[in-house]
C-alpha cells in the first residue's frame, strides 16, 4: 500500500510559477513510476508528466513541454513538479499517482495510487 499526499497547489497569476510536492508512505518508493495528472471541471483526467523509478526518464505532455519539469527524491519519498509559466487553461485539479513499475505510463489506468489532489488556479 502506498498513500500519496500532494502539496503546493494555489492560486497564481497567469506566467507565475507553483511547485507541487506529492510525499509517499511506504519503504518501496524507489520501486514505483509516478505521475502527475489533472482535472478540470467537465473535463477528463488527463496526463501531465511521469518519471520512472531513478528518475532519468521523464514524460510530458505537449501542453507541459518546456514549461513543467518533474523530479523525485527517493530518500525523502518525493516527486515534486515545478510548473512554470502558468496559463489559464493550467487550471484544475491536479493529483499524483503510483504505479507498482518501474517504468512510467500516460495511461492514468495504470496507476494504482492516487493523492487527494490539489488545486490549482490561474488568474488572467
Known amino acids: 500500500q502506498v498513500q500519496l499526499v500532494e502539496s503546493g497547489g494555489g492560486l497564481v497569476q497567469a506566467g507565475g510559477s507553483l511547485r507541487l510536492s506529492c510525499t509517499a508512505s511506504?519503504?518501496?518508493?524507489?520501486?514505483?513510476?509516478m505521475g502527475w495528472f489533472r482535472q478540470a471541471p467537465g473535463k477528463e483526467r488527463e496526463f501531465v508528466s511521469a518519471?520512472?523509478?531513478?528518475?532519468?526518464?521523464?514524460y510530458y505532455s505537449e501542453s507541459a513541454e518546456g514549461r513543467f519539469t518533474i523530479s523525485r527524491d527517493n530518500a525523502k519519498n518525493t516527486v515534486i513538479l515545478q510548473m512554470n509559466n502558468l496559463k489559464t487553461e493550467d487550471t484544475a485539479v491536479y493529483y499524483c499517482a503510483a504505479r507498482g513499475w518501474i517504468l512510467a505510463s500516460m495511461d492514468p489506468r495504470q496507476y494504482e495510487y492516487w493523492g487527494q489532489g490539489t488545486q490549482v488556479t490561474v488568474s488572467s
Open positions: 518519471i520512472n523509478w531513478s528518475g532519468e526518464s521523464t
Open positions: 511506504g519503504r518501496t518508493f524507489s520501486s514505483y513510476a
